[in-house]
């Protein structure tokens, strides 16, 4: 959970500020960015314009992040305290919920795996009136129109070009999936070995050394940039070229990727939960992520970001960590 917790609120805070910031350009006389521009720093006349489908991308993260609720509801609403003496630990609602966030985040998952299948086919397919551009083109006499008729052979060829990439980057992309889960299978484990390792005390009595503080905060601050390099390094490299495209892209992608959390991933330890019999104690990481997702989306009104909103997205990011330990402290008992 704090693997999860922090790779998420790290994408949303920190590459979301980091993006704006290297990404800024001028904005014009209708609010608007001006590629290319942007030396300089002003909070209130600088910022980045994005694409309309970026809005699409963001209302997804915002209706994908309350599957959260189901199991936390539940647990909001009876909780162990109310929940009679059980053996074993788990509580039946806890395995109830957990089976029931893992059945509907599998079918959100789907959902937006078809949505982004549709979404890339309708960008990279040739449209229906350039095909029939290309067909009545083709059908020309070349003795008539021999200019013409040759420029139509290139397309076709663009066109059959344009397919085959398509076969190619598909079986590269799935090579490089099948090898990036056969990484995550092996090192995943030893990893999260070293993580409980470096805090355990028992270390300390048999000599060693050991990190005094608890394993979430290990998780939640190291392993996301490990989990998560690549998000952030690309997000900021597109954004780094001050186009309107590149910066939609960023901002779709870090949206996808709490999308991602929000469904696979949270899919994913639900089922451990249910599978293993697993208590919840997790009501402060969930509110934590839950009031992030939410306060970047209001942050993301309109598609113009303004400068000045890095410094409270940002601080989001810390706010993040000072809420979890005010919401597990003794004081207050989230857990």
Known sequence: MGTLAGSTIMLLTLSWGGSLFIGRCDLDSNGEAIEGTGKGINCLKQGVTLLPSVQKSSNIMLITSLLYLVVQSADWHWGPKKYPPHDPPQPKYVKDSALATVILCAISFVAYLAF??????????LTPAQKEQIDIKTRQPSEIDPIVTKESENELEEATDKERSKVVVALKC???????VAMVTIFSDPMC????????KANGDNGGSYINISPFYVSFVVTPICSN???LVSSLLFAAKKKKENVSITYAQLYGAATMNNTMCLGIFCALVYIKGLEWYYSAEVTVILLVQWLVFVMGFPLTYKLWKVVPV????????ILI???E???VGWK
């Not at 799935?174 to 990036?180: A, S, W």
């Not at 070995?193 to 355990?200: E, P």
């Not at 940002?314 to 960590?321: N, Q």
């Open 329 to 331: 402290s003794t004081a």
């Open 116 to 125: 982004l299948i549709r979404k890339t086919v309708e960008v990279e397919s």
């Open 193 to 200: 070995d070293v993580l409980s390792g470096i805090t355990n």
């Open 314 to 321: 940002a601080f989001l990011y810390v706010f993040s960590i």
């Open 174 to 180: 799935f090579f490089m999936l099948c090898g990036g």
């Open 325 to 327: 330990a005010i919401l």
């Open 229 to 231: 390099a690549s998000e």
